[in-house]
């Protein structure tokens, strides 16, 4: 479900992005810094602003479909953000995202895996953006599922894979539709 952001939002994500990448540069960010590998010739991740421009589109783009304010999203570039991107309705969302317009699968990097079981969220999303161009960059959510489903049916990238070896992934194909995201209602019906 492509979602269509206005010029001046994706402005302001975009020198987002080139802030973050500033504060990564002058150490701001030590802990986060530490786990941005670089994997098969890919930048890392605290070195591009493509990377970091997708990303915030992505969560923009989730407020959006939502129909919620992207203030609510932690613009604060000189600290890493809490673990999660977003929380409406009492459920803690997780976009991720990929400049890349052909990615296809919801990626947990492989330096942030011992990470997951602990992180706040409840949901990841996955909302790559669907162009390499920035000025016509639109993010496009193609699906979502619990973190505990994730933790009990990811997959792990074999030798052969297109992603560093041991990587945790899931298939588009696995994911939840966007029709079905639960973050429209509250969480237990509260």
Not at 2 to 11: A, G, P
Not at 21 to 33: G, H, I, L, M
Request: hydrophobic share 35%; net charge positive; proline share 5%.
């Amino acid at each position: 479900m492509r979602i269509v952001l206005d010029t001046k939002l994706k402005r302001r994500c975009w020198e987002f992005a080139l802030a973050v990448v500033k504060s990564y540069a002058a150490d701001k960010k030590p802990r986060s810094k530490a786990l941005a590998g670089s994997y098969l010739g890919h930048t890392r991740a605290d070195l591009n602003p493509l990377v970091q421009y997708a990303g915030r589109l992505g969560e923009c783009g989730i407020c959006q479909h939502l129909g919620i304010s992207v203030e609510v999203l932690d613009w604060n570039t000189e600290r890493c953000d809490s673990g999660k991107d977003l929380q409406h309705n009492g459920w803690r969302i997780d976009c991720k995202s990929s400049p890349n317009p052909r990615a296809t699968s919801l990626v947990w990097p492989l330096d942030k895996r011992f990470l997951l079981e602990d992180a706040p969220i409840d949901l990841l999303v996955f909302i790559p953006i669907d162009h390499r161009d920035p000025e016509d960059a639109q993010p496009d959510f193609r699906g979502w599922i619990s973190k505990q489903e994730f933790m009990d049916r990811h997959n792990v990238a074999g030798r052969f894979s297109k992603l560093h070896l041991g990587t945790w992934f899931m298939d588009q194909s696995e994911l939840h539709h966007t029709d079905t995201f639960p973050a429209r209602r509250k969480k237990n019906g509260r």
